[in-house]
């Protein structure tokens, strides 16, 4: 294991995190797994990112690409993984019998959110494992490997996204949302850290959700553990920071949406976290009462501003992601459809068959040749 700083981004293989940076809040770093560690039967092969309650990995089982999700020491991360992880799995399609088989040899389209696989070898009861590594127990999850770039990578080389991109993307991740919304829970941890993105062969940016954050509505917020510690202030709702009454609600992840919304379409994030402390973040975010300047008069006449000033609004926001979304869509109609890679087996099982109908055609004009033989 190493150390690691989810805010300035050092590491250290030594046990301890020092920064030069007065602001820099090193001591919430977190012990991460290291290339080549086994956890059971998977081997890490890449980090990807480390959020406040758990790091996810690239890794292998039997020589196959999956992305692993560990929560970090402690039964609060444990806890939000072991949810999270159930609600993955009930929310998951499932396919089975000759359906599945059918369709594997089909184009599948990129997936909304995350994919579970069984956490042990031949299955399990349960959607997360649980195993000790290195003296400490860790739960984890499974799944099925995405390709892609996270969001906030992609900010860095391209900080200014297209509009109608971006909105595609908020659309697209409201999609991914809907379970949420449904059952009145909130996701709370929206940053573009946990969305991945991959082009696809048209050049459009398709995202996949990589955490459904707390899973927690109004009536459970008192009950569970602190989880206000756990959000990250530059993209959580004002007043979800500040002294709430009633419990968080929807509407705190539409105010998430549209912080990320706008950090694509003003090329910069609303506000600036890297090296500054949950305290010092808290206290701006609850003083704006103004939007924030997009700087983009094309996007003023068509109306996108509105959107964009409503979804971060402090009152008069949107009650649901799924409403934030439907107004997009009266501007940019609906993202188009995906077109996927055929996949391999396709290929072979159309060579096989090839094969098979050439072998079948040489053998029926054979037999018809001996027959025209032997006829008087």
């Known amino acids: 294991m190493y150390r690691f700083c989810e805010r300035c981004e050092r ?42 309650t758990a790091a996810l990995y690239e890794a292998e089982r039997d020589e196959q690409p999956v992305l692993l999700k560990v929560a970090h020491s402690g039964e609060e991360h444990a806890d939000r993984l072991r949810r999270e992880a159930g609600v993955f799995a009930s929310i998951s399609p499932k396919s089975t019998g000759m359906g599945a088989s059918i369709r594997s040899f089909l184009p599948s389209s990129r997936p909304l959110y995350l994919v579970p696989l069984p956490p042990y070898p031949g299955g399990a009861r349960r959607p997360y494992g649980e195993i000790t590594f290195r003296g400490e127990p860790r739960v984890y999850s499974v799944y099925k490997h995405v390709e892609g770039k996270i969001l906030s990578d992609l900010l860095l080389e391209t900080p200014q996204i297209w509009h109608t991109q971006a909105a595609w993307l908020m659309t697209t991740v409201a999609k991914a949302l809907r379970p949420l919304a449904n059952n009145q829970r909130c996701h709370l941890s929206l940053t573009p850290d946990v969305i991945m993105i991959e082009t696809d062969k048209d050049g459009n940016l398709r995202p996949t959700l990589l955490d459904l954050g707390f899973l927690i509505t109004a009536e459970e917020a008192d009950g569970r553990h602190d989880w206000t510690r756990l959000c990250e202030p530059a993209y959580t709702a004002p ?82 992601v799924l409403e934030f979304s439907k107004d997009l869509g009266k501007i940019y109609a609906s993202p188009p459809p995906e077109r996927r890679k055929v996949p391999r087996r396709m290929y072979v099982l159309l060579a096989i068959l090839g094969v098979v109908l050439l072998a079948v055609g040489i053998f029926a004009a054979i037999t018809l040749l001996q027959i025209l033989a032997a006829a008087p």
């Not at 705190?252 to 912080?259: E, P």
């Not at 994030?269 to 003083?287: C, I, M, N, S």
Request: aromatic share 8%.
């Open 11 to 52: 590491e250290t293989f030594d046990g301890n995190l020092w920064c030069q940076d007065p602001d820099c809040p090193a001591e919430q770093n977190y012990d991460l797994l290291a290339y080549g560690d086994m956890l059971g039967d998977l081997k890490v092969t890449k980090f990807l990112r480390a959020w406040r």
């Open 239 to 320: 007043e979800v920071l500040g002294d709430q009454s009633g419990g968080p609600s929807p509407a705190a992840d539409v105010y998430s949406l549209g912080m990320i919304f706008y950090e694509m379409l003003a090329g910069k994030p609303g506000f600036e976290h890297k090296l500054r402390r949950d305290e010092q973040l808290r206290e701006v975010v609850l003083q704006v009462r103004n939007p924030l300047p997009v700087g983009r008069p094309e996007l003023e006449q068509s109306g996108v501003v509105g959107v964009l000033e409503k979804a971060v609004s402090p009152s008069g926001r949107y009650t649901n």
